[in-house]
């Protein structure tokens, strides 16, 4: 186990709905990443947060956004869902330092299922 | 964009075999590269990582992946699997230097060993 929890573990939403995932890193750690799995396929980055600042972004629409807290903790906001964002939504963290020589440590995810 | 190749979406091998993943990726400056690996029902773990120096990487549970430049690849082996290896395995790969420590992953190979 990597210590990093998401919550909740599966949801079904209909099309149009918007929906909150969360994300709590693992202790010490500042960087917490946003990925989606659709099936079949490996995870797309959707966006990273750096001590609550967003610090890149994948090839997602706007109405993917996020938050992180002050206690590096970390939301996934997707409005106006569609059936494509059917997926697992997986959450990383990572320490926080030298510009890409970090191990991501990944929590277990969230399946999303949109009807 | 830079992009991950993983060219066996399936691989099927025996107990005692050995196994090699191929992995490839397209950005040619200085990259990091990672495998992980998806357990059946568990979240994403890291199997080993390559940031700099002896191209040739030992990870957990005997596998091992050997950077060469020239071929922009990144190829996991072990020399003999087990049942428990049974599993997804993802190449992925993050710019050194990249701010935002995106992790672009390949599309996955699922490994099954038959006991």
């Known amino acids: 186990e990597t210590g990093v929890t998401q919550s909740p573990t599966h949801l079904i939403k209909t099309r149009g709905q918007q929906v909150t995932l969360r994300c709590s890193s693992q202790s010490g750690h500042n960087t917490v990443s946003w990925y989606q799995q659709a099936l079949g396929q490996g995870p797309q980055f959707i966006f990273q947060y750096y001590r609550e600042e967003e610090n890149g972004r994948g090839n997602f629409p706007p109405r993917f956004s996020g938050l992180q807290f002050p206690n590096y903790s970390s939301e996934l906001n997707v409005n106006a869902l569609e059936l494509d964002d059917s997926a697992l939504y997986l959450c990383a963290s990572s320490p926080g330092g030298t510009a890409g020589q970090e191990t991501q440590y990944f929590g277990p995810g969230t399946r999303l299922l949109v009807l | 964009a830079q992009s991950v190749s993983q060219h066996n979406h399936h691989v099927i091998l025996s107990e005692a075999a050995s196994l090699e993943l191929g992995c490839n990726y397209s950005?040619?400056?200085?990259?990091?590269l990672f495998w992980y690996v998806q357990y059946p029902g568990q979240h994403l773990q890291l199997l080993l990582k390559?940031?700099?120096?002896?191209?040739l990487v030992k990870g957990i549970k005997g596998f091992e992946a050997e950077f060469i430049k020239s071929k922009f690849s990144f190829n996991l082996r072990k020399p003999s699997v087990q049942w428990s290896d049974t599993a997804e395995y993802f190449c992925?790969?993050?710019?050194?230097?990249?701010?935002?420590?995106?992790?672009?992953f390949g599309g996955g190979t699922r490994l099954m060993v038959k006991p």
């Open positions: 992925a790969v993050n710019r050194q230097g990249n701010a935002g420590n995106m992790l672009t």
């Open positions: 950005y040619g400056g200085t990259v990091n």
């Open positions: 390559y940031f700099s120096g002896d191209p």
